[in-house]
């Protein structure tokens, strides 16, 4: 059928990146993680050392780097920092715990959603994230909103963040996903909300395969 754009927008955590790279498999689309947009932008804050509220420098580095999102072989998004492959240092528990403050910054949001609107201009884009029903993609055909209560969310990622080989515990796990949260969905700008026209999805006590079965049925009974 005619391709469309899907948004899956949600908390940490809710298992978007998992359901939106296999919903995209699925249906032959493209997925582009805008998360690890933001995180690679607070990568390279963290490297040059830039205080976390310093809204001036965090918006100059957003307009200055230079950002590509690729797929490797087996369908996983490389993320790219000024050529640089910097795919694991973005899923850090250091980044993780500053990308919310860089995430606020009106001038960082205005360069990220620049660039994800050209990668979504030609359509046929899973795009996942927070913001994309709302602003980013507002006309996109399909969109989703994940969530599931913070227990399971804290545990799913405690146990990727384990089979990625950190070291973290639960708790602290627990505490970064209430914490980004709250900061998400009280922001000033492009707070976290599902849009208006979005489909809510509880995934909790959902498998993977359930909910993205739900959304490729969606997306076939329309097209
Ligand atoms: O999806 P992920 O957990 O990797 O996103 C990291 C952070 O990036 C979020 O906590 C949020 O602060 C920010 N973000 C955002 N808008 C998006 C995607 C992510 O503000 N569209």
Redesign the pocket.
């Known amino acids: 059928g005619r391709l469309v754009n899907i948004a899956i927008d949600g908390p940490?955590g809710a298992g978007?990146?998992t359901v939106a790279k296999l919903a995209a498999e699925k249906l032959g689309y493209v997925y582009i993680?805008?998360?690890?947009m933001?995180?690679a932008v607070t990568l390279q804050a963290l490297m040059d050392k830039i205080d976390m509220s310093d809204e001036t420098n965090l918006t100059r580095i957003a307009e200055s780097v230079d950002l590509a999102l690729r797929a490797d072989e087996s369908g996983n998004t490389r993320v790219f920092l000024n050529g640089v492959d910097v795919s694991r240092q973005i899923r850090t528990p250091e980044v993780s715990r500053n990308?919310?403050l860089v995430?606020q910054v009106p001038g960082v949001?205005r360069r990220m959603m620049q660039l994800q609107k050209e990668m979504g201009a030609r359509s046929g884009v899973v795009m996942?994230?927070?913001?994309?029903g709302t602003q980013?993609l507002p006309d996109a055909e399909m969109k989703f909103f994940l969530t599931a209560s913070v227990e399971e969310r804290a545990r799913r990622r405690y146990a990727e963040l384990i089979h990625r080989g950190f070291t973290v515990t639960y708790d602290e796990v627990y505490k970064d996903i209430a914490q980004?949260d709250n900061?998400?969905s009280h922001r000033a700008v492009?707070p976290l909300k599902p849009a208006r026209d979005a489909e809510i999805i509880d995934c909790t006590g959902m498998t993977v395969e359930q909910v993205v079965d739900a959304i490729a049925a969606r997306v076939s009974g329309r097209s």
């Open positions: 940490a978007k990146s993680d805008t998360g690890a933001y995180r990308v919310s995430s949001r996942e994230g927070r913001d994309i980013v980004r900061i998400d492009a």
